[in-house]
């Protein structure tokens, strides 16, 4: 651990915990220039590099409360800060063409490429696809917010290019932007040929998504509603209770 300013890391981390602002100051001093740095060398860019290693030293400072002493500080910033400007790096690459970002067909496997090759190269494929918000690719899917460990589970099952897909609850718990992605996925799927069965218990959703709706009630089939577009709310209730 960093010695220099007389105090090391791991004493300054819980004076940072405890509200210190000038032990807060030390650690930026101490940390800042080598931070700052890396991201100006992956980024090319002074004001992105800015905002990265503003960004890194912001989440050690949210970090300190449950900061284990024996975890070096430099190492942790820099880890980071390295998977911030990658994921703006990522950004930065155009928005490919819609056509070619849902082409689910797997291409021929070269047999010069390991399994873990390829596992890499469709994980990469995916993130940039479905919009997956990611720091690493190692990062756990547990780790991630609800809606990106939604589309993880999606890239699993779009990998093997089935013909029908079965969407469960596929917006449950997760926020309106992600609900909005995978909104788009599905309508993009269905414009390909591939039939899509989603059950959801969320009434607008299912107004919204589908062409024709079965209602269930315990286990059967209580109803069917073939003109969707002008089906309300009530009318999907009144089936269920049938």
Do not use: C
Not at 88 to 103: H, L
Request: charged fraction near 25%; aromatic fraction near 4%.
């Amino acid at each position: 651990m960093s010695q220099t300013g007389g105090e090391n890391d791991a004493a300054l981390m819980r004076r940072v915990a405890a509200g210190d602002g000038a032990a807060t100051r030390l650690v930026v001093s101490r940390h800042l220039p080598q931070v700052l740095a890396l991201a100006r060398r992956m980024l090319n860019d002074a004001a992105e590099a800015e905002d990265v290693a503003q960004d890194a030293m912001l989440r050690l400072w949210q970090m300190a409360p449950r900061w284990h002493e024996d975890a070096p500080v430099g190492a942790w910033l820099y880890r980071v800060a390295h998977n911030l400007a990658i994921d703006r790096i990522r950004r930065r690459r155009p928005t490919v063409d819609v056509e070619k970002a849902f082409d689910l067909a797997d291409p021929a496997p070269n047999p010069a490429e390991s399994l873990a090759e390829r596992e890499r190269k469709a994980f990469a494929e995916y993130v940039e696809k479905l919009h997956i918000k990611i720091y690493h690719h190692a990062q756990l899917a547990r780790n991630l917010s609800g809606g990106n460990q939604q589309k993880v589970v999606l890239a699993k099952w779009l990998m093997r290019n089935a013909e029908v897909v079965i969407f469960d609850e596929p917006t449950r718990g997760i926020d309106v932007g992600a609900k909005y992605e995978i909104y788009l996925l599905m309508n993009e799927l269905a414009r390909q040929g591939k039939a899509i069965l989603m059950i959801s218990s969320e009434l607008p959703e299912i107004l919204g998504m589908s062409d024709r709706i079965l209602v269930m009630h315990e286990g059967r089939v209580t109803g069917a509603i073939d003109d969707v577009a002008h089906a309300t709310q009530e009318e999907i209730m009144e089936l269920a209770v049938a």
